[in-house]
């Protein structure tokens, strides 16, 4: 079996101490805002993209890096992690991954508003820490979900 590997990006969206989850109607599982990254997009655009999309919030991004700039350069949002993400397998071997890179980011309302084609607001859920510890979610959703809300916790911090 021939492996193949898209490029994805992944947000957790983080409002009053709680981050936003979905069942994906593909997978099967509990998961944050994301899809792939489009032709000519960069990681981060490609998650607001799908934020906005499929919650209807718009989110800000959360940092964690200096803004480096010259005439010829300048940074991009880095993703809190990059995950190895094996979507397909078949009789024990991986035929597809998704390269996921995953963002945190803060949003001002809970109000999710999806756009058209889209899973209505029914199908979201928002989980606070407690929660996520005993929701019925893989591993990494829980743990990125917990640090998304701590690093929007600090970032709220004067």
Known sequence: ME???HVTA???VVADGA??????PGLGLRLPPGGHVDRGELPHQAA????REETGLDPTLLTDHADVRSETARSIP???HLMLADVNVCDGEVGHQHVDHVFYARVGSRKIDPDPGEPGP?????YDRATLR???VDDDVRELGIEAIDAADRAAEP
């Open 134 to 136: 005993e929701a019925d």
């Open 78 to 80: 880095r993703p809190r």
């Open 3 to 5: 492996l193949t590997r």
């Open 48 to 51: 607001l993209r799908e934020a």
């Open 122 to 126: 029914e199908a979201w859920t928002w």
């Open 19 to 24: 981050t936003a989850l979905h069942e994906h």
């Open 10 to 12: 992944t947000v957790y």
